[in-house]
């Protein structure tokens, strides 16, 4: 049996130690099955790397870890929206402070659960009563589930994206495929033939996408699946030159290693009634590796 344990009985714990990473309090998973570093400044998920195997996020070499900006790769969670739709963009979310409320751990898996609640920080920039916790579960697979709870009175609408920087090896060699057969594109609707290759800058929201989105990687040899529930969109970007370029936190070739693939809520179209909660999740699994990095 596994036991679910508090954030203050982490000392006891055989795989997880606290660590820093610039002015941000990260703790590090150390597991037979997989590493992992997950900051509480935005309950950011930093590094999965499966055993035996490259990381599967990408991290920006410039990526700012002062506390006092979103951080540039691995999987940051925008919430309570998606975009640009309200002030700040992606939503609060990836610039708070949020802490760890339990983890327990076994030979198969480390979970993790990291908690968010209204403040009076957060009333000002969305004035609603609100527990967010996000549940992530380290295993050879990276699961990353985020639960969004209304305990206010009134109905909140929510948006949001786990929105995971996939590090690959090359990504002139990368696919995107099972993203369905519609998608946005700079505001305008586009037919699809569900799959993306990159050759120059890619934002796309698609909107019919199916379950499980296929990364292929070539230059690493590898299949990323990224199963997600709980979205109505999957979002993939990939900023290309001009726009890395213009971006202090990425380094001006560092397009060339990264593509996000986002579970993603667009439009905030989850209407949750006082105690009701959505749960949106993101897995990653490497399909296939024939270890070639
Ligand atoms: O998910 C794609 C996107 O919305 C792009 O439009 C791009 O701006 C990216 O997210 C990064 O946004 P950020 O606010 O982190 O610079």
Redesign the pocket.
């Known amino acids: 049996m596994t036991i679910t344990l508090q954030a203050s009985d982490l000392a006891s714990s055989q795989f997880i130690a606290t660590t820093q990473r610039g002015q941000i309090q990260t703790l590090t998973v150390k597991h037979p099955k997989a590493t992992a570093e997950v900051a509480l400044f935005g309950a950011h998920i930093l590094s999965f790397q499966p055993e035996g195997q490259q990381d599967l996020l990408w991290m920006s070499e410039k990526a700012d870890f002062s506390m006092t900006k979103?951080i540039?790769g691995g999987i940051?969670v925008c919430w309570p929206w998606?975009?640009k739709v309200d002030e700040p963009?992606?939503g609060f979310a990836r610039t708070s402070l949020w802490s760890l409320k339990t983890f327990s751990e076994d030979l198969n898996k480390v979970h993790l659960v990291l908690e968010l609640t209204d403040s009076e920080a957060t009333r000002q920039i969305w004035d609603h009563a609100f527990n967010a916790e996000l549940h992530i579960e380290v295993s050879e697979t990276l699961k990353v589930s985020l639960v969004s709870s209304n305990t206010g009175n009134s109905e909140i609408a929510i948006g949001g994206?786990l929105?995971t920087y996939l590090n690959v090896g090359d990504i002139t060699q990368t696919t995107v495929s099972h993203l369905g057969n519609e998608y946005i594109e700079k505001s305008q609707q586009h037919a699809s033939n569900g799959e993306t290759a990159f050759t120059e800058e890619v934002?796309r929201i698609y909107l019919q996408p199916e379950p499980i989105t296929q990364v292929e990687d070539m230059a690493f040899n590898r299949k990323i699946a990224v199963t997600n529930t709980g979205n109505n969109a999957v979002?993939v970007?990939n900023?290309w030159a001009e726009l890395s370029r213009s971006?202090a936190d990425m380094a001006d070739n560092s397009y060339q290693t990264m593509v996000?693939v986002?579970s993603t809520v667009h439009d905030r179209s989850i209407h949750l009634a006082a105690n009701e909660s959505h749960i949106l999740t993101t897995q990653l699994t490497v399909k296939n590796s024939g270890h070639k990095e």
């Open positions: 979103p540039r940051p998606f975009g963009a992606h994206a929105h934002d979002v970007w900023p971006m996000c986002e």
